[in-house]
């Protein structure tokens, strides 16, 4: 094979495996692009989208505004409450949620119980209330952008196993 020859053969193979690269990654790209664009996100600075998210749960929620004119939603069945912080000046633009459920009659709601459910978990605190009920909290960080629903799913979730293990730990 000649000088140009070996070249002209290089430059083909080259561009055959050029063309084959072209060929699979519009393919690969269209079997992630899908999944990315319809993922629903919660934000805490889109209420609505985290009443949506609830509601995907069975949780029917309804809005209102704390004393300090912040957004807040009570579960229907008055089973937690859902507050919102870091929140703009305008009270509308907020980064952090926070699910919280409080229980009267735990007898064995002290501090030592509350300070080891506390310290033994990673998700989530427990205290006692001014009206010596016992409290469970969730913060999630969502920013403004949010956050995904299986990342919401991770702090729901324990949220809800804290509820479902309250008795079990302080009564």
């Known amino acids: 094979m000649g000088k140009h020859s070996l070249r002209f053969a290089r430059s083909l193979s080259l561009a055959a495996v050029s063309a084959a690269a072209l060929t699979v990654t519009p393919a690969a790209a269209a079997t992630i692009a899908p999944s990315s664009a319809a993922a629903k996100l919660v934000s805490a600075a ?3 989208s985290v009443v949506d998210y609830l509601a995907s749960k069975g949780d029917m929620v309804t809005p209102g505004k704390d004393s300090d004119g912040k957004p807040q939603l009570a579960e229907n069945g008055n089973l937690y409450h ?60 969502t920013g ?22 309250a008795d079990s730990q302080f009564k």
């Not at 956050?147 to 729901?156: K, R, V, W």
């Open 82 to 141: 859902v507050f919102f912080y870091d929140c703009s000046d305008a009270k509308d633009q907020c980064q952090t949620l926070q699910f919280q459920a409080c229980y009267a009659g735990y007898a064995q709601g002290n501090v030592t119980k509350t300070n080891e459910w506390t310290r033994n978990y990673v998700k989530g605190k427990a205290y006692i209330d001014a009206n010596n009920y016992v409290c469970l909290e969730e913060p999630v960080s």
């Open 46 to 48: 889109d209420v609505q």
């Open 144 to 165: 403004l952008k949010g956050i995904s629903y299986e990342a919401m799913d991770l702090s729901f979730n324990a949220f809800l196993w804290f509820r479902q293990n």
